[in-house]
């Protein structure tokens, strides 16, 4: 069968990616959207689309029952689900099928399989694939997994058996840590897929985690894309990957793609999947899990391959063979991918909503930019707040790094937080550069990633301002720039949450800091500036300014109480009025746009009051606890 239609189950950049491709392909895609989405990108590039239903996700893009209408109501042949979602859901497979529509996916057979960490891992152990040991049985009690865990050895890994993006995942560094984290971790699978059921993993110190892109077709044939290096990860989400993975020995790299043949084999599949490996330090290799659907990350293995992995979905799921055979599957060069997030890595990383005031992603040739957002959109509480995917391809991995740290350095987006600049400076690190780089090393703080302002930014930045005097008007108000003379002024912004000042005096095209330091803006040096923001970039390193009077909205730090920094709901309170307190003791947690935030107390005090219980929901500012005054 030849399909014509198809009907998206995802939205945002997923979407958008899946459009493109069919556009190249003379395929009328339909999209699908909650009331959220009802402007977004990805509906006003579909040649359709269908109101789901509220925001709410049962009520939407998870509800299968909708969908199904949907892909009938709009005249569709086939479903693609996308990644995340229902992308790996047996019962939309089954459902799909019964409707009599295509799914664009693997078998139910393997979702269902795969679906299940305990019973993947059994699988593989009988296929003879490596795995890390561990515990994945069927009992659940916290004696059993307590013991369990006790004889693996700590430091150990639990993982939600239907889990994925690092949710009901934790690192249990010693035997009174295991219950409290245990009950963390099946209350955050409970919560992500509906099931608490955990596995027991030994915890490899320095992991390298390293992934093979298949593919196989209902007539037996199965191929590989070669393998990708996704250890840059902070609290399991990937941040950066690339491919081919660097420092592999052609002995490790070619036992490792057979295994992952090998793994692929064992489960009679078709479709786009990935096997994931986690590496030691003596390039042992472990499988992990198996993703049963397009990754995130496909795009890298595209670029050195060539290959278009949705077309070849879409032709699998038409019956066809694999496009390509293993010989005449080859890696040219090397491809890095980004993650752009809006979050903020001066507070923990937190999501970062509001309106995208300004979005300016530099796209080149041997550059993607995938990206379910434009400038006017908003980053909403209610999704994942990825902004964009950049891909970039080179001809080795060192141009490579530095083409992606210039398309960061190039683009800009004003209006929420983002980790362009915590981006552009991991690059810039000696261990990314030689591949140094471990999926614990950002959660350990390994790395210092911060950097203090130099005087060549403060000079940038006047020279930038001054060249902008006639339109911006910054010189003659009273927002925190007070002329001293023609040329001379005090530059006052907001860095990092300081006050800075400083002095500036411009001496023909160069400039004095502080009276000590004289520098001429080069070439290299880039701003970018939006109202009262500015970024300036120097040496690939990124600072982000804001003028007097016009800094961005923060959340409230009062020692003496504890405010909700975001949108959320209560999901435990560990402490009640008249309770002594410890720095750093955690208070509460609550879960906002899939995360488990613990809020902690600055000081050794007393609880005066508690706000809210569990199940609350509060908003961003709203103060949960009240301490008593010092």
């Excluded at 491709?21 to 359709?48: G, S, W």
């Excluded at 409290?180 to 390298?208: C, W």
């Excluded at 910054?474 to 907001?494: K, S, T």
């Amino acid at each position: 069968m030849s399909i014509k239609n198809i009907l998206i189950a995802n939205r945002g950049e997923i979407a958008v990616r899946i459009i493109e491709t069919c556009r190249q392909l003379n395929i009328k895609t339909i999209a699908v959207y909650a009331d959220a989405d009802q402007h977004a990108k990805h509906v006003t590039m579909a040649d359709e689309a269908v109101h789901l239903g509220s925001t709410e996700l049962a009520d939407s893009y998870l509800n299968i029952d909708k969908i199904i209408a949907a892909a009938k109501k709009s005249g569709a042949d086939a479903v693609h689900p996308g990644y995340g979602f229902l992308s790996e859901r047996a019962n939309f497979a089954e459902a799909l099928s019964q409707a009599g529509l295509i799914f664009i996916g693997a078998p139910a057979s393997a979702l269902r399989l795969m679906g299940s960490k305990s019973a993947a891992k059994q699988t593989m152990l009988q296929a003879g694939v490596p795995c890390v040991p561990g515990y994945q049985d069927d009992d659940q009690s916290e004696a059993t997994l307590q013991d369990a865990a006790d004889k693996v050895g700590y430091p150990i890994l639990i993982k939600a058996v239907a889990g994925g993006g690092g949710k009901g995942m934790k690192i249990v560094h010693n035997k009174e840590q295991f219950i409290n984290q245990l009950n963390s971790a099946k209350r955050e699978a409970m919560n992500a897929f509906g099931d608490d059921h955990v596995i027991l993993e030994k915890y490899i110190t320095q992991p390298k985690h390293i992934e093979v892109q298949v593919f196989a077709d209902s007539k037996g044939n199965v191929v590989h894309l070669f393998e990708r290096d996704c250890s840059t990860q902070r609290r399991y989400q990937k941040v950066i990957e690339e491919a081919p993975a660097a420092g592999l020995s052609d002995a490790t790299r070619t036992d490792i793609l057979n295994a992952a043949i090998q793994a692929t084999q064992a489960i009679d599949y078709v479709g786009a999947g990935t096997i994931e490996f986690i590496m030691d330090g003596d390039d042992s290799f472990y499988f992990m899990e198996m993703n049963t659907r397009l990754q995130v990350e496909h795009r890298v293995s595209e670029l050195i391959t060539g290959v278009d992995l949705v077309a070849w979905q879409i032709k699998v799921a038409q019956g066809e063979k694999v496009p390509l055979k293993q010989t005449q599957i080859h890696a040219k060069g090397h491809a890095i991918q980004v993650r752009l997030y809006a979050e903020d890595p001066q507070n923990n990383y937190l999501p970062s909503t509001g309106l995208l005031e300004l979005v300016k992603l530099k796209k080149e040739i041997n550059t993607l930019v995938d990206s379910g957002v434009r400038t006017s959109d908003s980053v909403t509480i209610h999704y994942d707040p990825m902004i964009a995917k950049l891909v970039v391809w080179a001809k080795d991995r060192n141009l490579c790094i530095k083409t992606m740290q210039r398309i960061l350095n190039e683009s800009a987006i004003f209006g929420v937080k983002t980790n362009v600049a915590f981006l552009s400076k991991l690059l810039a690190t000696k261990s990314f550069k030689r591949h140094q780089i471990f999926t614990n090393t950002l959660d350990n703080g390994d790395l210092d990633l911060s950097h203090n302002l130099i005087p060549e930014v403060v000079a940038i930045c006047a020279h930038h301002l001054l060249s902008k005097e006639s339109e911006s008007g910054v010189w003659g108000n009273n927002n925190g720039w007070r002329i001293q003379g023609v040329q001379a002024l005090q530059l006052q912004f907001l860095y990092q949450g300081e006050n800075v000042m400083h002095e500036i005096t411009k001496e023909g095209s160069s400039y004095l800091v502080d009276g000590q330091y004289h520098y001429t803006p080069q070439a290299s040096d880039l701003c970018h500036q939006h109202r009262h923001h500015i970024q300036v970039i120097h040496n690939d390193q990124r600072y982000e300014l804001t003028l007097p009077d016009h800094e961005a909205q923060t959340f409230k730090s009062n020692a003496d109480a504890i405010y909700a920094p975001m949108p959320g709901k209560i999901i435990e309170v560990k402490v009640k009025q008249g309770d002594q307190v410890k720095t750093g003791q955690t208070l509460a947690v609550m879960e906002a746009m899939k995360m488990e935030l613990e809020l902690k107390v600055e000081r050794d005090a007393t609880i005066k009051s508690v706000a809210y219980q569990v199940a609350d929901q509060v908003k961003a500012d709203e103060m949960l606890i009240e301490l008593e005054s010092e």
